[in-house]
């Protein structure tokens, strides 16, 4: 099996296995709330220290001071916590969101959500390249808006947003919004700076464990409580007084565990992995390109995309049906996009991209993980020649090929 | 009898609604020894058209859950197709327009003749399969001469070969209809041995995509529609309707007139938005024509033949004679079908088929072709 679907969920690392094992060889016989004052407790309140330290480490952030790593259950827990965290209890006539129209749906929910209790939301088009100029974010923002969300990495095309500058254009023209990225991709996959981010004006960062090796169910939010900093963060959870009360609810040792040991892994090897991805990427894209005739890369060039994704269209093949015919290859894949009923469905972000339906339809994203290598990335190439030949000739109009047998 | 030749191919595609019948069709496929790939068919997208997905008797989630969970334990892949699109072209605007016509379609017959077994053989196709397998009560043999028939199921009271007249020699080459062959308590009883709960659904017979009634579906996709008069045969106006789209010819119930005997749908005229009614015996004529008509064999008859027509699912048949003729490009797309003795009331949109008058020796019926009862030629 051929695992190009890095972006959905990537691949565990053996030293979060191997990590969890521990922690749950050694406390998982008996309950371990790290907010216990008895000997496991103190065991539990060390993991989970650790792993904090692990996560601060590898986003950028050591001896970085003001800063707050916040454990939660995912990126989208992240991410609806840094839209509604900043946001005022009852919208001022003007107040508005400003995010990009290729946000993840974690975003794009949230802030629409935001828009039904009276907050306008504006959404800030990519340009034809994928990416999104800072002063197009600027332009769309004014002394009301409250909230402003870039991604700092798309999760569809691979797009890297420069979520720096733009914060450092905000801030150059006095806007005291709220400015919160989205970096669950970006992060592992890309040398993410969270201080750089922060100094140049960032509020907060929202990272998700699964996307970088540890286990689904955890995610971060990092946030900066730098006096600069004049937005209130206002927790969406109440309760106990975990995470210094930013986020009530005991805290998922196991899962943050395993987030720590990915983040140790990516501060030791990350920057090795990501150049063995993106020669893996570059290498399935030649071959692709060279023997794929009409075949469209949608992912922007180097060095403005993750290294590990690849979004391309093959004229006159449904994107749906070539993932469905790549799984019975053996090949995973992604529209980058599915619906409730399992239907891959065309991703919003394509659309946002100006491709037209039918375009946006045959798009299809390859996402490679982290243990990703040359061999892998040229046989998989083969079976995505096979399928996209073989779906091209019965793709043909339907009278040339159902000629009566008899 | 020999095999159909599509027999002897060993993978599969199964459409599959989540009902009883197609996960049925996919199981003895597996016992049979194919290689099997679940498809169901998202047609029809219940968010957005205000829809009561939760009333919808197929493509629900619910239905696919049902679907997933049979493919997941009898380990075979499964996916959910997006067929909106054509779904929309090829079923949903001509149901709504023929109706605002004043027709009375039969989406079911689109749906098979377009998207089940065009487009659906196509993309499975292009997953490099060549057969597409369906829970329909229908059956496909070799005739003596080597072509392929299309029969009525087994099971006389499900029988569903009356939407599937369309279909062509190419298409029966490469269908399966692997319940056909049942009845349907020993499909039931297949899959109870296989310790399947689907065995326990309700039937799913009404219009897929309409939760309610059909004249308001017409008019959340079409409009208002307006209204228009009824009137008895003699011109008088006898009541008033809130659109043509209300009705079919031959109904009685519904009409919101009173009279001393009942009175029926004798004629809609969508252009005047008149309705006319009329007693039973009105209805009666001694011919009708269909047009769009295919002949399974591929070949329209050289001579008038005899049938037995359906003018309906589960009309039990009337004989006829039936003529083919030629449309203004020569196409025999075209018949005119006669009533020998009896008749019954004719409703322009729907399907004539024609079956067999006699049944062959393992009493199954044979299909040969049918077409769409035309308003214009009555």
New interface residues.
């Given amino acids: 099996m051929f695992r190009f679907d890095a972006n959905a969920s990537s691949r565990l690392r053996p030293q979060v296995r191997e990590a969890v094992s521990e922690y749950l060889s050694v406390h998982g016989d008996c309950g371990a709330n790290a907010s216990s004052i008895h000997g496991h407790g103190r065991r539990a309140r060390a993991a989970l220290r650790e792993a904090r330290a692990s996560l601060l480490e590898a986003a950028g952030l050591a001896g970085f001071r003001p800063v707050k790593a916040v454990f939660c259950s995912g990126g989208t827990e992240a991410c609806n916590q840094m839209i509604f965290g900043f946001l005022p209890r009852s919208a001022a006539p003007g107040a508005n969101i400003v995010t990009t129209a290729i946000e993840h749906q974690a975003v794009q929910e949230a802030a629409a959500a935001a828009a039904e209790l009276g907050f306008e939301l504006r959404r800030v088009l990519p340009q034809s390249n994928g990416l999104v100029a800072p002063e197009d974010v600027l332009a769309m923002c004014d002394s009301a808006t409250e909230v402003v969300c870039v991604m700092a990495a798309n999760n569809v095309t691979g797009a890297l947003l420069d979520v720096a500058e733009t914060a450092r254009l905000l801030r150059g023209a006095s806007l005291s919004a709220a400015i919160v990225c989205d970096a669950t991709q970006a992060f592992g996959k890309t040398e993410l700076d969270c201080a750089e981010l922060m100094k140049a004006g960032v509020d907060a960062v929202a990272l998700s464990a699964h996307k970088v090796g540890a286990l689904p169910g955890v995610g971060a939010l990092l946030l900066s409580t730098s006096e600069s900093s004049c937005r209130v963060f206002r927790p969406m959870l109440v309760g106990g007084p975990q995470e210094e009360r930013f986020r009530a609810g005991t805290e998922n040792l196991p899962g943050i565990v395993s987030f720590g040991a990915a983040a140790k892994a990516i501060k030791a090897q990350g920057a090795e992995e990501r150049s063995n991805v993106s020669a893996a990427r570059d290498k399935l894209w030649q071959i692709l390109n060279e023997r794929i005739d009409d075949i469209e890369r949608i992912t922007p060039d180097v060095p403005h995309s993750l290294g590990n994704t690849l979004a391309f269209r093959a004229g006159g093949?449904?994107g749906?049906?070539l993932v469905?015919?790549l799984?019975?290859s053996g090949v995973a894949a992604s529209t980058g996009s599915a619906?409730?009923?399992?239907?891959?469905?065309a991703s919003h972000v394509f659309r946002a991209l100006g491709l037209s339906e039918e375009a946006a339809r045959e798009a299809v994203r390859l996402s490679l993980d982290w243990d990703v290598n040359l061999d892998q990335a040229v046989a998989g190439a083969e079976k995505i020649i096979q399928c996209v030949k073989?779906?091209r000739e019965?793709?043909l109009p339907?009278a040339d090929?159902?000629?009566?047998?008899? | 009898m020999a095999l159909p030749?599509a027999q002897t191919q060993k993978s599969a595609v199964v459409a599959m609604s989540g009902g009883v019948d197609s996960c049925a069709s996919a199981l003895m496929l597996i016992d049979q020894g194919y290689d099997v790939?679940g498809i169901?068919m998202?047609v029809w997208d219940y968010r957005n058209n205000n829809g009561n997905a939760a009333k919808a008797t197929c493509c629900a989630?619910a239905d696919?859950d049902d679907a997933?969970k049979v493919a997941e334990y009898y380990g075979f892949?499964y996916?959910?197709?997006?067929f909106e699109d054509s779904f929309e072209e090829a079923v949903i605007k001509p149901f709504v327009d023929s109706y605002v016509r004043g027709l009375t379609p039969n989406p079911c017959l689109e749906c098979n003749r377009k998207v089940k077994f065009?487009e659906l053989r196509?993309?499975a196709?292009?997953?490099?399969f060549d057969v597409v397998a369906t829970g329909h009560y229908a059956q496909i043999k070799q005739l003596d001469?080597?072509?392929?028939g299309l029969f009525t199921g087994k099971d006389q009271s499900k029988d569903q070969s009356y939407f599937l007249y369309a279909m062509?020699?190419?298409?029966l080459?490469a269908t399966l209809f692997p319940v056909g062959s049942m009845l349907k308590p020993q499909v039931r009883n297949y899959l109870e041995q296989h310790g399947l709960s689907v065995a326990a659904k309700a039937e799913s017979q009404d219009i897929c995509f309409v939760s309610g009634a059909v004249g308001d579906f017409v008019e959340r996709v079409s409009g208002k529609q307006s209204g228009g008069e009824i009137k008895s045969s003699s011109g008088e106006v006898v009541g008033t309707h809130d659109g043509v789209h209300r009705f079919t010819v031959g109904q009685r119930k519904g009409l919101g007139v009173s009279a001393r005997n009942p009175l029926y749908v004798l004629n809609i005229d969508a252009d005047t938005g008149t309705v006319t009614v009329g007693e039973h015996e009105e209805l009666q004529r001694s011919f009708f024509e269909v047009s769009d008509v295919n002949w399974v064999s591929?070949v329209a008859p050289s001579a008038p033949i005899e049938a037995l027509v359906k003018l309906r699912y589960r009309h039990s048949g009337v004989q006829c004679r039936i003529e083919a003729l030629s449309d203004d490009t020569g196409e025999m797309s075209r018949a005119r079908v006669s009533f020998l003795e009896d008749w019954t009331a004719v409703s322009p949109g729907q399907a004539a088929v024609f079956y067999n008058s006699e049944a062959d020796p393992e009493g199954d019926v044979q299909v040969y072709g049918g077409g769409i009862i035309d308003k214009e030629s009555m």
Wanted: proline share 5%; charged share 25%; with cysteine.
């Fill in positions: 093949v449904r749906d049906d469905a015919a799984d019975l619906c409730s009923s399992g239907r891959q469905e073989r779906m019965v793709s339907l090929q159902l000629q009566p047998t008899a | 030749a790939v169901s998202q989630p696919f997933r892949p996916y959910v197709f997006d065009r196509r993309r196709a292009s997953l490099g001469d080597l072509s392929l062509t020699q190419a298409d080459a591929g």
